[in-house]
C-alpha cells in the first residue's frame, strides 16, 4: 500500500475525495464499453450484466475468486471465447465505439488490434526470432530490414532483448519460463497493438521474472492500454490504476485501484481483498 | 492417524500384511520379464533367419551374375533363351515410376485431409469421415488391383488415348489412393498432438484458421508429417498386388508413363508364380531383387527415424 501511495503524488490527492474521481476518469477516453454483457456456456451462466468501461493508457486489473469469470470476460474482450463450443452471448462490446459482436466485425482485425497474453507461456516451437516476427509477418510485413527492427524494438520492449540478443536463432523452448513469457509478450508487442490482455501473466512466473512484468506493464502503459487478470492482491495494487472486481460472474465493483484497496464501498470487496475469501 | 483400535476391522496396514501378495507378486516379477524376452526373441530370431536367407541366396545368385551388371545393367531380360541379362535398373525405375505417382497423388490429398480433420472438422464430420479412411485403408490390395485394371485404365485412356492397357500411371494412382489413409491418418495424429495453446497463440494476434493451420500447426507437427510420408512411400515401393494387375509385366528404362512396366515386387511374383526351375538364375535373381527391395524399405525406415529426430519441434 506504501509503494502505491508514493507512486503519484498527484493521483494520491485525488483519491481523498472520491467525489473528484468521475472528473478525473473523463481526461482519459474510453477504449473498451463493455454494456449489459452477458455470457452462457451452454446452459452456464457465467457473465451477468457486466458493465465495464475501459480507459485508454491505463491498467486496469480484473480481480476476483477461481471460477468468477476473470479468463471468460478477458476473452470475451477479443472473442476468443468463441472457440468454445456452445458459447452464447448477449450485449455489446464497444472497442473504439464499435460492436465487436457485429456481424460485420472481422475477428482478425480486432485481433490486430488487441494483443494477448496468456496465463501459461505458450511460445511457437520456432526461433525467438521467428517468434516475434510471426505477427508482422502474418499481417504482410516481409522487408527483413523492417522485420529486424520490429524483433528488436519487441524485444527491448519486453525487457528481454539483452538477454536473447545473441541467440535470437535458438528456439524460444530453450528460454526459462520467465523469460518464454516475456517473449511472449513481445510477439505482442511486434503489431503494436492498441490493447493488451493478460490473463494471469505470472502466475507461473518466480519473484523476479514476476517483478520484470510488473515493471514492464508500468512502462507499457504509457502507449497501450492494459487489462490484467490476477490474483495476486499486492500486484493489482501495485501496478493498476483501476480494478474491477468479479464475483459469480458479475462486476460487484469497479473504480480507482486505491479506492478498491483503501476503502471499497462493497463488504463482498473488503471481505475479498482482506482474504476473507475466495 | 486413526487408532486402528476404536474400529471393529484391521488397519489396511495389517490387512496389506496379512493378504501376503508379495511372495507371489516377487515370483511373478521374475517370471513375467523371461517370458516376455522369450516372445521378443521369436520375433527377432524370425527376422534374422529372414535377412540370412535372402543374404545367402543373394550371395549364390552373385556367384553366377556380376554383380556390377546387376546394378549398372540397363537390361533386365530373364528369360532370354540366347543370353538372359539381369539388370535391374529396368526394375528400380519401374518401382520408382509406381512410386512417384503415388507420392504425387496421396501427398496433396493425405495432408488436406490431415488438415480438415484436425483444424477444421466439427466432431460429427469427423466421426464419418475417420471410418471411411479406415475402410479405405482395409481395402485388400488384390481389389485395388484390379479396381486400378478394369476401372481406373479405361477411364483413363478416356482422357490419354494412347495409354496402353498396362500402363503405369493407373496402378500408380491407386497405390496412391491405398497409402491417402495412411498420410491422412498419421498426420492428423502429428498435427492433433500440437497444443491448443499455440493455436490460441496465432489466433490471438489476428491469424486466420488458414494461417494458424499453414504457418504454426503444420511446422509443429512436420516431423510426424514427414514421418508419414516416408513410411508411406515405403508402402508404395512394397506395393505388390495392384502393380502386378495393372502395371504389366515389361521391364523397361525409360520415362514413359503410359506403357506397361514391371516392378520389382511384379517380377518376384512373376518368378514365383512361374516355374524357374531350382538352382537356376532365375530361381536366385527373385532373391537378389527381393534384396535390392529391402534395401530400399530399410533406407525408407531409416530416414524415418532420422527425419523424426531431426525436425522434431520441442514444446
Ligand atoms: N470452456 C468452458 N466450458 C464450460 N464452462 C466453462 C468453460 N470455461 C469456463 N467455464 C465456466 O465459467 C465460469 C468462469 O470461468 P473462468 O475461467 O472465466 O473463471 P476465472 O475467473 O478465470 O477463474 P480462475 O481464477 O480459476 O482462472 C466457471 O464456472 C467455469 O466453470
Ligand atoms: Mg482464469
Given amino acids: ?278 | 492417524m486413526v487408532n486402528p483400535t476404536t474400529r471393529e476391522r484391521a488397519s489396511v496396514q495389517e490387512l496389506i500384511a496379512k493378504a501376503g501378495n508379495n511372495k507371489r507378486k516377487k515370483v511373478i516379477e521374475k517370471i513375467i520379464p523371461i517370458i516376455l524376452f522369450l516372445i521378443a526373441g521369436v520375433s527377432v530370431l524370425t527376422t534374422i533367419g529372414i535377412v540370412a536367407t535372402l543374404i545367402f541366396e543373394t550371395v549364390t545368385f552373385f556367384r553366377q551374375v556380376s554383380l556390377l551388371s546387376f546394378i549398372f545393367g540397363t537390361e533386365w531380360l530373364p528369360f532370354s533363351n540366347k543370353e538372359p541379362k539381369f539388370g535391374i535398373l529396368p526394375l528400380i525405375v519401374g518401382t520408382l515410376k509406381i512410386t512417384l505417382i503415388a507420392v504425387v497423388v496421396a501427398v496433396p490429398i493425405g495432408l488436406a485431409a490431415a488438415i480438415y480433420l484436425s483444424e477444421y472438422a466439427s466432431d460429427n464430420a469427423r466421426r464419418v469421415i475417420k471410418p471411411v479412411l479406415e475402410v479405405l485403408a482395409g481395402v485388400p490390395t488384390i481389389v485395388y488391383g484390379f479396381f486400378a485394371l478394369t476401372f481406373v485404365t479405361p477411364v483413363l485412356q478416356t482422357i490419354i488415348p494412347d495409354l496402353k492397357i498396362f500402363n503405369a500411371l493407373s496402378p500408380g494412382i491407386v497405390v496412391g489412393f491405398m497409402i491417402i489413409p495412411m498420410i491422412a491418418s498419421l498426420s492428423e495424429d502429428a498435427m492433433s498432438a500440437v497444443p491448443n495453446a499455440m493455436r490460441e497463440g496465432a489466433l490471438a494476434m489476428g491469424a486466420t484458421k488458414f494461417e494458424v493451420a499453414m504457418k504454426v500447426v503444420l511446422p509443429a507437427a512436420l516431423s510426424g508429417i514427414l514421418a508419414s510420408v516416408v513410411l508411406a512411400t515405403s508402402r508404395a515401393i512394397g506395393e505388390t498386388m495392384i502393380v502386378s494387375l495393372a502395371g504389366g509385366s515389361t521391364p523397361r528404362f525409360d520415362a514413359d508413363f503410359t506403357g506397361s512396366i514391371q516392378t520389382m515386387t511384379a517380377y518376384i511374383v512373376q518368378v514365383s508364380t512361374g516355374d524357374a526351375g531350382y538352382g537356376t538364375p532365375i530361381y536366385y535373381s527373385i532373391y537378389a531383387v527381393g534384396f535390392t527391395l529391402f534395401l530400399f524399405t530399410l533406407l525408407m525406415n531409416f530416414l524415418a527415424s532420422r527425419i523424426t529426430k531431426r525436425f522434431r519441434e520441442a514444446y
Avoid at chain 1, 451462466?45 to 471460477?67: C, Q, Y
Wanted: proline letters at 5%.
Fill in chain 1, 1 to 278: 500500500m506504501v509503494q502505491l501511495m508514493n507512486r503519484t503524488d498527484n493521483e494520491t490527492k485525488a483519491t481523498v475525495s472520491p467525489m473528484e474521481a468521475p472528473v478525473r476518469e473523463a481526461a482519459k477516453p474510453v477504449v473498451y464499453d463493455t454494456k449489459q454483457l452477458n455470457l452462457w456456456y451452454g446452459s452456464h451462466h457465467a457473465l451477468k450484466n457486466i458493465d465495464l468501461p475501459i480507459r485508454e493508457n491505463e491498467v486496469t486489473a480484473i480481480i476476483g475468486p477461481s471460477g468468477c469469470g476473470k479468463s471468460t470476460y478477458i476473452k470475451t474482450l477479443n472473442r476468443m471465447v468463441e472457440l468454445v463450443d456452445g458459447v452464447r452471448t448477449s450485449g455489446e462490446i464497444l472497442y473504439r465505439g464499435r460492436n465487436i459482436f457485429d456481424a460485420k466485425y472481422s475477428v482478425e482485425e480486432l485481433r490486430t488490434r488487441v494483443g494477448m497474453v496468456f496465463q501459461k507461456p505458450n511460445p511457437f516451437p520456432k526461433s525467438i526470432y521467428d517468434n516475434i516476427a510471426y505477427g508482422p509477418r502474418i499481417h504482410g510485413i516481409k522487408n527483413k530490414k523492417i522485420l529486424d527492427e520490429i524483433v528488436e524494438q519487441s524485444l527491448r520492449g519486453a525487457a528481454i532483448w539483452d538477454e536473447v540478443k545473441d541467440r535470437l536463432n535458438t528456439n524460444a523452448y530453450s528460454l526459462s519460463g520467465g523469460q518464454q513469457q516475456r517473449i511472449c509478450i513481445a510477439r505482442a508487442l511486434a503489431i503494436e497493438p492498441d490493447v493488451i490482455l493478460m490473463d494471469e501473466p505470472t502466475s507461473a512466473l518466480d519473484p523476479i521474472s514476476t517483478l520484470k512484468v510488473e515493471e514492464l506493464v508500468q512502462e507499457l502503459k504509457e502507449n497501450y492500454s492494459i487489462i490484467i487478470v490476477t490474483h495476486n492482491m499486492q500486484q493489482a495494487a501495485r501496478i493498476s490504476d483501476k480494478t474491477a472486481f468479479f464475483l459469480n460472474g458479475e462486476v460487484i465493483e469497479f473504480d480507482d485501484t486505491d479506492k478498491i484497496f483503501q476503502n471499497p464501498a462493497d463488504q463482498r470487496t473488503e471481505d475479498y481483498i482482506s482474504g476473507r475469501f475466495g
